[in-house]
């Protein structure tokens, strides 16, 4: 049987830039606010499924939930050598935390007949909470290997990784199919981009992010979901649109109605010195700064 490779990642919004605008009133972040990046262990675990096809054979198929704007980094996939790309959306899955996100993208998952892996980076950058890959491996049944950092061997029947611990690293093997949960590691660079596969992919997209673009330019809304239809027929890759329908799933499990967590207040916390002293680089005032320090109780 083939081997067939699925990588959850999600579109984030890049934190390092994060402003008093970053949340709304309801609690939920406002994504217009902050640029959007391809979320940074995901990205990992997307090079971890392309090296097992290149080892092993196989496809990789890399799922998201998100806005039509997600896509992008669907795009970003195919142009290093995911072969299939989903992308979850509907407008009653906003506002989902880690408990309804995981219901939904287990719902998908299920629907991918002969998977051998799950991968997913650790956590997201903008929840922090590496909740999600875990609560998807419980709906689903799986074993779960947390903090992997590589892929030793792979068989038909089991999988063995390296793993981060506290101090040092395990050697860890489950059976298949597992899902695994990936960290970035600062010696391996996930593969460019290949010039040839973004000129074979530049223009995949959903039906939706097609209608969008035509609505922009002032048709109707029937008249844009026509011709974005007619679009699709004509490039070279498109990506599967799935929303609640499609995956069969109770709206009353996702968005905001299936999220117990609430985030009630951001802040931004600067840190700053109240007063400093300025100490002359001589034996006297090294002395007298070590003399000060001792009369404080920070050194013994």
């Known amino acids: 049987m083939e081997k067939n490779y699925i990588v959850l990642a999600k579109q984030v919004p890049d934190t390092k830039r994060v402003t008093g605008k970053a949340m709304k009133e309801d609690g939920t972040v ?40 997600a896509n992008e980094i669907l795009r970003q996939g195919l142009y290093r050598g995911v072969d299939n790309c989903i992308l979850l959306t509907d407008r009653r899955f906003a506002g989902s935390d880690t408990l309804a996100t995981s219901m939904v993208l287990s719902k998908a998952i299920a629907k991918i007949k002969g998977f051998t892996m799950i991968l997913c980076g650790r956590q997201a950058i903008d929840g922090d909470t590496a909740q999600v890959g875990p609560q998807v491996a419980e709906k689903l049944g799986l074993p779960q290997i947390t903090y992997v950092e590589d892929i030793i061997s792979m068989s038909d029947k089991h999988v063995e990784v390296k793993r981060i611990i506290e101090n040092g ?61 007619q679009k699709l027929a004509s490039i070279n890759s498109a990506i599967e649109e799935w929303n609640l329908e499609k995956i069969g799933m109770d709206e009353s499990l996702c968005g ?14 600067v840190l700053t010195s109240k007063e400093h002293k300025k100490i002359s680089a001589t034996d006297e005032g090294i002395s007298s700064l070590v003399l000060e320090l001792i009369d404080n109780h920070i050194l013994d």
């Open 30 to 69: 406002n994504r217009a606010a902050l640029p959007a990046i391809f979320n940074p262990d995901d990205i990992y675990a997307m090079e971890l499924a392309l090296r097992m096809k290149d080892q092993y054979g196989g496809k990789v198929t890399l799922l998201t939930m998100g806005p039509p704007a």
């Open 169 to 229: 690293f395990a050697i860890q093997q489950s059976t298949l199919p597992a899902l695994l949960t990936c960290c970035s590691v600062s010696n391996a660079f996930p593969r460019p981009a290949s010039a040839k596969k973004i000129q074979l992919h530049k223009n995949a997209s959903t039906c939706s992010e097609l209608a969008m673009k035509f609505s922009a330019s002032g048709v109707s809304k029937e008249e844009a979901e026509k011709l974005a239809k």
């Open 256 to 269: 905001l109605a299936g999220s117990p967590t609430w985030v009630k207040q951001i802040e931004s916390v």
